[in-house]
């Protein structure tokens, strides 16, 4: 069964750090999103990604992030200068259809410590 | 989007069936109830979605109740790996590509 594939799994970075975090999405979905979740609490929308711009972000998407699909296969969302509160888990979601009418396939997720 | 209501945790004995419920008495004719689960700390999983027949896949099924206001995903026969957090998430298409997850049920099957 086809996989959203994520990288690095888990990621120790120093405060003011610039990280990047990697998505392969499914080769033929059309839709990319970046989703987080703070340890022990819910999952979190930050911004979904279509035709190579971003089509909707939430209040947490600050100038701080940013997406970027650099060829025809990776999906990458950068954090510019990390905070202690930017850790969390980050999970890459691609989707072969841009409505709710298509469920999302998630990735296993990138566990990011900032220090 | 409609708000819905979980139980906070529930229990299913290894092999019976697991019916986890949600409320959603404010959803609108065009919003759609979708399911997703959330294994220990690996990404959401997709398990189903329908508007207002009742849908069966692989996975589970979906029984909605004919005025919508609440819904039933089953899990026919519940393993050990069904141990997980279930979201139901209730949204309207093309309002924008994101799922809102509440803090949904957390669901342990027992040996």
């Known amino acids: 069964e086809p996989e959203v594939t994520q990288t690095p799994s888990h990621q120790v970075t120093q405060m003011g750090q610039e990280v990047i975090l990697r998505c392969v999405p499914i080769s033929n979905h059309l839709y990319f999103y970046w989703y987080r979740q703070i340890l022990g609490q819910k999952v979190e929308f930050l911004v979904s990604?279509?035709?190579?711009?971003?089509?909707?972000k939430s209040e947490i998407f600050d100038d701080q992030f940013s997406v970027e699909r650099p060829d025809g296969s990776n999906f990458t969302l950068k954090i510019r200068s990390t905070k202690l509160e930017d850790s969390a888990m980050y999970f890459c979601?691609?989707?072969?259809?841009?409505?709710?009418?298509?469920?999302?396939?998630f990735g296993s997720g990138t566990r990011l410590t900032v220090v | 989007d409609a708000k819905t209501t979980q139980p906070t945790s529930m229990d299913c004995a290894e092999g019976r069936a697991a019916n986890l419920p949600c409320n959603h008495s404010?959803?609108?004719?065009?919003?759609?109830v979708y399911w997703y689960r959330q294994i220990h700390s690996q990404g959401p999983q997709y398990i189903i979605h329908?508007?207002?027949n009742n849908e069966t896949n692989e996975m589970a099924s979906l029984i909605i109740t004919e005025d919508r206001k609440s819904s039933t995903l089953i899990l026919p026969h519940a393993t050990l790996r069904d141990t997980a957090v279930y979201y139901c998430i209730v949204r309207v298409p093309n309002t924008g590509n994101q799922f809102y997850f509440g803090t949904g049920t957390s669901l342990t099957v027992i040996p």
């Open positions: 990604f279509y035709n190579n711009e971003i089509s909707e």
């Open positions: 329908g508007l207002k």
């Open positions: 404010t959803i609108s004719g065009n919003e759609y």
């Open positions: 979601a691609s989707s072969e259809g841009g409505t709710a009418l298509y469920g999302y396939t």
